[in-house]
Nanobody, 120 residues
Framework: QVQLVESGGGLVQAGGSLRLSCAAS????????MGWYRQAPGKQRELVAL???????NYADLLKDRFTISRDNAKNTVYLQMNSLKPEDTAVYYC??????????????WGQGTQVTVSS
């Protein structure tokens, strides 16, 4: 099994920054794409940003000016740099991955989530 471990969430004041990390670990796997989604209370989970193994990126339109996704392929880790945070960015942020493991393709594999709270 592949494990996704998120870190970097927390409480920050509006206008501040946070950097989330998600590390994938396991045996005999190769990442196709990793990304971040978020879910605020009472709302549906939504895409924040995705990055492929070839470093193609996709962002939610309203976030691309403030958030940056990047990855370290050697560490199987994806990062989300969040700047100019707003109270409406408060949500649980989930890491998502698609990968091959021992020849089987897995899609929509989720981490446990990390809470981001932005105070006004």
């Amino acid at each position: 099994q592949v494990q996704l471990v998120e870190s970097g969430g927390g409480l920050v004041q509006a206008g501040g920054s946070l950097r989330l990390s998600c590390a994938a670990s396991g045996s005999d796997f190769s990442i196709v794409a990793m990304g971040w989604y978020r879910q605020a209370p009472g709302k549906q989970r939504e895409l924040v940003a995705l990055i492929t193994s070839g470093n193609s990126t996709n962002y939610a339109d309203l976030l691309k000016d403030r958030f940056t996704i990047s990855r370290d392929n050697a560490k199987n880790t994806v990062y989300l740099q969040m700047n100019s945070l707003k109270p409406e960015d408060t949500a649980v942020y989930y890491c998502n991955a698609a990968f091959f493991q021992t020849g089987t393709y897995y899609n929509n594999y989720w981490g446990q989530g990390t809470q981001v709270t932005v105070s006004s």
